[in-house]
């Protein structure tokens, strides 16, 4: 059973930044495409960026980086330059195969879920 556990929101102003840390079960990483999605209330799950090979949804483009230590089996989600708009409830989740397709933003992909932790942004 894979468990993800996230870490690392919180509330920072426009132009901050925040390292989120996704904890994951061993061998996690070798086994399943390791992703970040977000969801604002009254919007749809969205697809933020997925690992391996690392790629971002058009919006945090330049801004996020992902990346994973599998010798601590933790995934990250570095953001830079938050925007409101990036206020969410972000999830790490993991799924399908050990390399993400061009299937990685749906949510469908992915058979286990973090419970989430909240990023807010004020102007």
């Known amino acids: 059973q894979v468990q993800l556990q996230e870490s690392g929101g919180g509330s920072v102003q426009v132009g901050g930044a925040l390292r989120l840390s996704c904890a994951a079960s061993e061998y996690t990483f070798s086994t399943y495409c390791m992703a970040w999605f977000r969801q604002a209330p009254g919007k749809e799950r969205e697809g933020v960026a997925a690992?391996?090979?690392?790629t971002y949804t058009d919006s945090v483009v330049g801004r996020f980086a992902i990346s994973r230590d599998s010798a601590t089996n933790t995934l990250y989600l570095q953001m830079t330059s938050l925007k409101p708009e990036d206020t969410a409830m972000y999830y790490c989740?993991?799924?399908?195969?050990?390399?993400?397709?061009?299937?990685?933003?749906?949510?469908?992909?992915?058979?286990?879920w973090g419970q989430g932790t909240q990023v807010t942004v004020s102007s």
């Open positions: 989740a993991a799924g399908g195969r050990w390399y993400c397709t061009s299937s990685w933003r749906l949510p469908g992909q992915y058979n286990y």
């Open positions: 690992v391996w090979p690392a």
